[in-house]
């Protein structure tokens, strides 16, 4: 090799090496810039401030770069700051990954959910409508799945978009679960609207879930959190995963470190789905929190026809469990009758899905 070409390259290696240590010194200084923002309740991003700098680089310019090529390079440069800035962010809260030697694992009754354990089934009607129709789904799903891996989704009161939809049967489903659970053995997740609900249903449902149109009722995430009981909290359909992990931190910050998140779809352009599943969220939020995540089948797409590929792509992502809805008479459903599964339907979505998933 030429002893000049030596040379250059010896002296291309010292540059590479500083220019490496003062991109580090400035990774810094900006993680520092954006926490005092923080602090001053001061706007993180400044398009304004970025362009003043990049003036100030093209002014100082000796001409051996063109403006387009110091433009190209500095706009990186802001482009990596602005990710330190959210990596910074998120890693204070306390439902980040760096914030716990492992992954969380939320127990509900003898169901464990998270930590690589085999993922869950979360299935029932999107509302309890009667006792004749639990005792129908609990009767099939206690005799067919394993206890330890099984939660009944069960809706007591349901937000709807119509105030003249069915709401639910409130205190008199609270009592049929009450009931059954003396003849069944199972665990129930049900939604909870309203801060009221947590002492009301208080000692029957064993793990509260926050619907999508609840995810930033952060008095209520707050009130759960001093609860302690077990949270399924969804995402919003127009919220970001940033979102959901700043409203899992209401109630990881106030106490409860028992929460589950659910990626359950977000709203976009697509019509042929209900909503579109992010199906991307699922490991994203595996690097980013401890916390488990599980996905619903049913309310991302509404549809059954999909709704086993769609869970076993889920659980193929990482999911540490899906959700899926169950009728024993869809057709007759009081809400979301077109996205419930019929018994039948259910029996190809397990084998779909969860293979091998049978009581032996």
């Not at 914030?99 to 690589?116: A, D, K």
């Not at 330890?148 to 049929?176: A, H, M, N, V, W």
Request: aromatic share 6%.
């Amino acid at each position: 090799m030429p002893e000049r070409l030596k040379e250059l390259r010896s002296r291309l290696d010292e540059i590479n090496a500083r220019l490496l240590e003062l991109l580090e010194d400035r990774a810094e200084l900006v993680k520092e810039v954006a926490l005092v923002k923080e602090q001053a309740q001061l706007p993180t991003l400044d398009s304004r401030r970025e362009e003043e700098m990049l003036a100030a680089l093209l002014g100082r310019s000796r001409g051996r770069l063109t403006d387009v090529q110091i433009r190209a390079i500095f706009r990186h440069v802001f482009s990596i700051a602005r990710d330190l800035i959210d990596e910074a962010r998120l890693s204070r809260l306390g439902v980040h990954a760096s914030n716990r030697s492992g992954p969380t694992v939320v127990e509900v009754g003898r169901v464990r959910i998270g930590g690589g354990l085999p993922p869950v089934l979360l299935a029932g009607p999107c509302s309890l409508e009667s006792r004749a129709q639990a005792e129908t789904l609990l009767d099939y799903f206690t005799s067919r799945l394993p206890s330890e891996r099984f939660l009944f989704r069960c809706g007591l009161d349901k937000p709807r978009t119509s105030p003249y939809s069915f709401q639910g049967l409130g205190r008199e489903g609270l009592e049929i679960i009450s009931r059954l659970k003396k003849k069944y053995d199972f665990a129930v997740v049900s939604e909870v609207t309203a801060s009221r609900h947590i002492e009301e249903f208080a000692g029957v449902v064993d793990m509260w879930q926050v619907g999508a149109r609840n995810m930033s009722n952060f008095e209520l995430l707050r009130d759960l959190g001093r609860a302690g009981t077990p949270v399924l909290l969804k995402r919003g359909y127009a919220a970001t995963i940033e979102e959901l992990l700043y409203a899992a931190e209401y109630i990881y910050a106030s106490g409860n470190k028992n929460v589950v998140l659910c990626e359950r779809g977000i709203r976009t352009f697509e019509p042929w789905t209900r909503f579109t599943l992010d199906i991307s969220a699922v490991p994203i939020i595996k690097n980013i929190s401890h916390l488990p995540i599980i996905v619903d089948v049913s309310h991302s797409t509404g549809r059954k026809d999909v709704a086993g590929s769609i869970a076993a792509a889920a659980l193929a992502a990482g999911a540490d469990g899906v959700m899926v809805e169950v009728h024993p008479d869809p057709e007759k459903a009081l809400s979301d009758a077109n996205q419930q599964l019929s018994l039948a339907e259910f029996a190809l979505f397990l084998e779909k899905a969860f293979p091998g998933s049978r009581k032996e």
